[in-house]
């Protein structure tokens, strides 16, 4: 199992571009998030999903956009980048109907994006 | 709404010391706890988790014990490796259906040979 994958790695974009961050889990998970980590701030949830097709705000959505049209992937975008989201992005997953433990959240390895 | 606190660092010990990093929580109802912890650079791993009051989560010579009565998960280990050097984060799960965690804004603990 991979568990959780993310793509990109790295990205740096210019002031009003657009991009997708993929998240992909092998877990067969119900449930994932987007969070972005910031110094000082821990880790703040962006969007998440509870399910293929649904996706709900988290506690700073604001200039994202998410989609789950497959049960593994989940997609964070940014239409109209901003220096404020300048940020490293973390994707998780949890909960595998019938797995007792449902609260627990396997991360990826994170994307650091730079926004110029 | 819930929230975690946790001690700021950055902490610094020197090999074979004895760790404490402080967490405590507000939250409705009974929620899990956990420790994550991230190496550099990477994402965070599960360390230990507790989901009742009085269980003792344990890892790698990690533990926390969760006290209802203080609100508070403390994590220790009495003896720390260079290879220990992460950063820590508290986090809850208030349940409900979507399972979200609430984090502790991270402890940067630093340990010299």
């Known amino acids: 199992n991979a568990g959780v994958t993310q793509t990109p790695k790295f990205r740096v974009l210019k002031t009003g571009q657009s991009m997708t961050l993929l998240c992909a889990q092998d877990m067969n998970h119900e449930y994932m998030y987007w969070y972005r980590q910031d110094p000082g701030m821990g880790l703040r949830l962006i969007h998440y999903?509870?399910?293929?097709?649904?996706?709900a705000k988290g506690e700073v959505p604001d200039g994202y956009n998410v989609s789950r049209l497959k049960k593994q992937n989940f997609l964070l975008g940014l239409e109209s980048a901003a220096p404020s989201q300048t940020s490293v992005y973390f994707c998780?997953?949890?909960?595998?109907?019938?797995?007792?433990?449902?609260?627990?959240?396997?991360f990826g390895p994170g994307t650091r994006l730079t926004v110029l | 709404g819930n929230s975690v606190t946790q001690m700021e660092g950055p902490v610094t010990l020197s090999e074979e010391a004895f760790l404490t990093i402080n967490c405590t929580y507000t939250a409705t109802g009974y929620p899990s706890l956990f420790w994550y912890v991230q190496y550099p650079g990477e994402g965070l791993q599960l360390l230990l988790k507790a989901t009742k009051a009085d269980d003792k989560g344990s890892n790698k010579g990690f533990e926390a014990t969760y006290r209802k009565e203080t609100t508070s998960f403390h994590l220790e280990k009495g003896s720390v490796q260079v290879s220990d050097s992460a950063v820590y984060f508290c986090?809850?799960?208030?349940?409900?259906?979507?399972?979200?965690?609430?984090f502790g804004k991270g402890t940067l603990l630093t340990v010299n040979p």
């Open positions: 986090a809850l799960s208030a349940g409900g259906s979507n399972y979200k965690l609430t």
């Open positions: 999903s509870v399910g293929e097709g649904t996706t």
């Open positions: 998780a997953s949890s909960y595998e109907v019938g797995d007792a433990d449902t609260d627990t959240q396997y």
